[in-house]
């Protein structure tokens, strides 16, 4: 849900996804939240492997757009040239998220912080979110 990155393109998804379930199924899906652990704009770089083939992941939070920017340079031992993955995600607060996808017409039945599985409480980083299709419309 995350590469959604407006407001108005999650929306129509939640009503797209609506569409297409019948009424009492249940929709679970996990997005980033706005509490992100590297604070202030700032780049993290992992690196990923001592031989080839290997892959650095460069990660950029930017807390004012709530955006999360992740770019990923792998080596190959059969190229000398790099392969590069761009990612672009947009964090959403669980408010939001649950307004929405009742507007949509679901239920939220849970919230649960996706690193312990229990119950969301605080503000987790990222959150498995299960709702429902009403049973009637």
Not at 9 to 23: G, Q, S, V
Not at 52 to 59: E, G, K, M, S, T
Request: hydrophobic share 40%.
């Amino acid at each position: 849900m995350n590469h959604l990155l407006t407001e108005f393109d999650l929306r129509l998804t939640f009503r797209r996804i609506w569409e297409n379930l019948r009424p009492g199924t249940h929709f679970i899906f996990d997005l980033i939240t706005p509490c992100q652990p590297l604070g202030g704009a700032q780049t993290y770089i992992r690196r990923l492997g001592s031989e080839r083939p290997r892959a650095a992941q460069h990660i950029r939070w930017n807390p004012w757009q709530r955006i999360l920017s992740i770019f990923v340079v792998m080596d190959s031992p059969s190229s000398k040239v790099s392969t590069l993955e761009a990612h672009r995600e947009r964090a959403y607060s669980p408010a939001e998220v649950g307004r929405w996808s009742m507007d949509g017409g679901f239920l939220i039945r849970a919230v649960h912080d996706a690193i312990t599985l229990r119950m969301a409480t605080g503000c987790p980083q990222r959150v498995i979110v299960v709702a429902r299709k009403k049973l009637c419309e």
